[in-house]
């Protein structure tokens, strides 16, 4: 079973013991707050190599926190997240998997173009040897304005250019952490988002998303109600 | 590509964009300091005992601001969290903002100070010591202004803050920096002023960037 939630007080002895196998995030025994105020606590969760989970739940469920928790932003109150039975670390030169991070904070940089942005931020990833490959590809259809300031771009074209970048980080290498990657997408935006994520899927990459509309049956991916994490 | 140079031509392409602010950072400190000529009257020997604080003194004036502003654009467009998730250390992101920090808002600073020492009436014959001992200063200072302006990131009213954290901590830098340059224009000698502050600045070179690092850390806690 993927998805369940432990008791709430369980420490760390009495946590039931999972099978970690070894291509698998475990999240286990997770509790997360911020402030004074408890966002989930007990959470147990497996994110199987080729899966995506999208995370749903009403605005203040705690789901951009539970991203910022995987993605080792937010320290966790309780509880562990192991890859390769290894307390997971997404940065540096030891890190265990490659993180990819989309919010609406997109990291590009405002002064300048969007074709410079997005080659600082792939060799950021290391893959500028693809780029030419995926701009020819243009999945995203930024080609047009690939010359503009990034200012200058509407939220939309801001977020076809920073989800571009994830074209070129696909495999089993990669954790995508994403929240709410289609908040500002159009109809073919939302399509070419879709094809992206199954195609993570299918080179067996890992996906965390939070969003909060329903994705089509082009890709398989379980959903988690944020709602009832308390 | 190494991780210093990556951040480094990011930071060198943003901050040649806003070249305007930088500049204008260093009329600010050539108007600051030239009241005092002005003010004081144009008695050479007053000009000339108070021309190495004066000029010191406006130049940290003129520099601290903007600290605030040090890491304030990356933590709002989100470059803060790519930049900690990447295959990098953010050891290198921090050093290559600093380099480019420094050479892009403080080093106009530094090459206008022979200017500013005709203005008090000093021989440009000690410009060289001014301006080397002005760039060490300055070196220290981006030191300290980098824990400041992590420490305050996302708070309220961040540049009166950083203001308040840096100038204690900027005393010691002052005093040496002030008491080596005056030696210099009096004939002393200036050696251990500057080894002092040579001190300090090696002294920072070890200590900020973990305490930046964990500022940054604590920023992105929040998002």
Request: proline share 4%; with cysteine.
């Amino acid at each position: 079973m993927p998805f369940l939630r432990c008791a709430k007080k369980l420490d760390r002895a009495t946590a039931p013991a999972y099978s970690t196998h070894t291509m698998t995030i475990e999240i286990k025994n997770l509790a997360l707050r911020r402030g004074a105020r408890w966002l989930c606590a007990g959470l147990c969760l497996s994110l199987a190599a080729g899966s995506t989970t999208v995370l749903r739940g009403p605005n203040g469920s705690g789901k951009s926190s539970f991203l910022r928790a995987v993605g080792g932003f937010l320290p966790l109150a309780e509880g562990q997240i192991l890859y390769r039975d290894q307390p997971l670390v997404l940065e540096g030169p030891e890190r265990g998997l490659n993180g990819c991070w989309y919010s609406h904070k997109d990291g590009l940089a405002a002064e300048l173009s969007a074709g410079r942005s997005l080659q600082l931020t792939a060799a950021l990833h290391g893959r500028n040897d693809e780029l030419d490959a995926v701009l020819a590809a243009d999945d995203f259809a930024i080609a047009s304005f690939l010359d503009c300031e990034i200012r200058s771009l509407s939220t939309g074209q801001r977020q076809r250019v920073a989800l571009s970048v994830f074209c070129l980080c696909t495999g089993p290498d990669y954790l995508w952490l994403m929240d709410e990657p289609d908040s500002g997408l159009d109809r073919q935006g939302r399509a070419a988002l879709e094809a992206l994520l199954a195609r993570q899927q299918r080179a067996g990459g890992y996906c965390l998303l939070a969003s909060h509309s329903a994705f089509s049956n082009s890709f398989s991916h379980r959903v988690i109600d944020s709602g009832q994490w308390i | 590509m190494n991780g210093f140079f990556l951040y480094f031509t990011r930071e060198r392409l943003s901050a040649n964009a806003r070249l305007g602010d930088h500049l204008a950072q260093a009329a600010f400190f050539v108007m600051l300091a030239s009241l005092f000529p002005l003010t004081v009257g144009p008695a050479a020997d007053g000009l000339r005992l108070i021309g190495p604080a004066v000029i010191w003194i406006a130049a940290l004036l003129s520099a601290l601001p903007a600290f605030d502003r040090l890491f304030c654009d990356d933590l709002r467009s989100g470059w803060l969290e790519q930049a900690s998730l990447s295959r990098f250390s953010l050891y290198s992101y921090i050093a290559a903002k600093l380099v480019c920090w420094y050479l892009f808002a403080l080093l106009p600073l530094i090459v206008i100070t022979p200017l500013l020492m005709i203005f008090f009436m000093m021989p440009l014959a000690l410009a060289p010591v001014f301006v080397s001992a002005l760039a060490l200063g300055l070196g220290v200072l981006v030191l300290l202004g980098s824990i400041a302006g992590s420490l305050t990131l996302g708070a309220r009213r961040a540049a009166m803050l950083v203001a308040l954290l840096i100038l204690p901590l900027a005393i010691p830098l002052l005093v040496f920096g002030v008491l080596g340059c005056q030696a210099t224009v009096s004939g002393d000698d200036m050696s251990t002023h500057f080894s002092l502050l040579s001190a300090f600045f090696l002294f920072l070179l070890v200590i900020s960037p973990p305490a930046t690092a964990a500022g940054l850390r604590s920023a992105l806690e929040d998002g």
